[in-house]
């Protein structure tokens, strides 16, 4: 018969160095079945792709050295180029490039084609008879968010009315969250006044076309509040 302590070393050295090691071998396969680390990189993260645009036609703005073209939403059936009529261009387009024919230089109205410009103005002075009067400059309409949710931007939106010079140069945004334009003209060669609606309220704003800067604004309200 063995001694008592050669039979607890056998029995430490073999049946228990056989159950450690078969609980590490489970613990490990556990351990990787509840593992959340990929086996696989994972997919990057894909960003929206921008729309694409296309460039129009250039077009001559009259009495000037200066050519305009749009550039639109490359699925838009309109025509590639642009008509003047009715004192300036009809949209929706996302952004305008000017030519200066006489230095071969190219303006670009807005820095993004993220935007859509519904109107384009053109700013004329007061001509006397038949005599074609010159662009001073351009009245933009501009929706820059979709406001009313529609997922699209147009003149249902709220309007950020902008000016620039005939070339396309000194863009500057003049009034903002304006909902409709009722008119505008020129009182004379250096003051642009623009009738518009904000929310419920009727306004008339006189704008020095030197600095661009609001002069004055007085409220409509004499139409009476059944006036919408």
């Not at 609980?23 to 994972?42: E, I, K, N, Q, W």
């Not at 077009?59 to 025509?79: G, N, Q």
């Not at 071969?104 to 084609?113: E, G, K």
């Amino acid at each position: 018969m063995q001694p008592l302590h050669h039979v607890l070393r056998s029995f430490a050295a073999f049946p228990v160095r056989r159950l450690i090691l078969a609980v590490l071998a489970v613990l490990t396969l556990a351990g990787s079945a509840c593992s959340r680390t990929p086996l696989v990189a994972s997919a990057p993260t894909l960003t929206a792709t921008p729309a694409a645009k296309t460039l129009g036609e250039f077009t001559l703005i009259e009495d000037t050295d200066f050519l305009m073209a749009p550039i639109r939403d490359a699925t838009d059936s309109a025509s590639s180029y642009i008509d003047y009529e009715r004192g300036g261009y009809w949209g929706p387009v996302n952004n305008y490039v000017f030519l200066d024919r006489r230095t071969q230089t190219f303006q670009q109205l807005l820095p993004t084609n993220d935007y859509v410009i519904a109107r384009a103005y053109a700013l004329e002075p007061p001509s006397a008879g038949t005599e074609t009067p010159t662009i001073l400059g351009w009245l933009y309409c501009v929706v820059k968010a979709d406001t009313d949710g529609d997922n699209e931007l147009s003149l249902t939106d709220k309007i950020i009315l902008s000016l620039s010079d005939v070339s396309g140069a000194r863009y500057t945004e003049v009034l903002i969250d304006v909902d409709d334009v009722y008119g505008r003209t020129l009182s004379n060669s250096s003051t642009l006044l623009i009738i518009y609606r904000k929310g419920e309220h009727k306004y008339m704003t006189s704008i020095d076309l030197s600095s661009y800067a609001v002069v004055a604004t007085f409220e409509l309200a004499f139409l009476g509040p059944e006036v919408k």
